[in-house]
């Protein structure tokens, strides 16, 4: 009869450690699968912080392009009301605004063909 008892109770405590065993399964996978996909955000992160160097590199190139092209619509303006300088003052104004619109259509020409070309934009 004990011994009876005793083997009901083991085999109590063994379907408790069969069920423990399969949760503890089933949090491994759970695990796992957090674990991928945490390796996986961390490649898009490496991918992401190199996108943005490549980004900020190109912003300083943009930059220094739109102060050499203001530099150059200063002069282009000097040289205009330097030469335009017998013709009528309003002339002369639209002349040099003409002259200002065609220099930010070409930087707009600028940026959008770097834009279409920057490999972070097409994702």
């Known amino acids: 009869m004990?011994?009876?008892i005793s083997t009901i109770r083991?085999?109590?405590?063994i379907r408790k450690l069969i069920d423990d065993l399969e949760r503890c399964k089933?949090?491994?996978k759970y695990l796992e699968?957090?674990?991928a996909e945490l390796t996986n955000c961390k490649d898009h992160l490496e991918l992401k912080e190199e996108a943005l160097v490549i980004?900020?590199?190109?912003?300083?190139?943009l930059e220094d392009a739109v102060e050499k092209l203001k530099s150059r619509i200063k002069d282009l303006t000097l040289l205009k009301i330097?030469?335009?300088g017998n013709m009528d003052?309003?002339?002369?104004?639209?002349a040099c605004r003409q002259t200002i619109a065609d220099h930010i259509a070409s930087i707009r020409r600028h940026i959008d063909r770097t834009r279409?070309?920057?490999?972070i934009n097409l994702e």
């Not at 003052?89 to 639209?94: E, M, Q, S």
């Open 2 to 4: 004990q011994k009876e």
């Open 10 to 13: 083991n085999k109590g405590k």
């Open 26 to 28: 089933l949090y491994i």
């Open 33 to 35: 699968k957090i674990k």
């Open 55 to 61: 980004q900020d590199e190109r912003i300083i190139q």
């Open 82 to 84: 330097e030469t335009l």
């Open 89 to 94: 003052p309003i002339a002369g104004i639209l």
């Open 116 to 119: 279409v070309l920057d490999p």
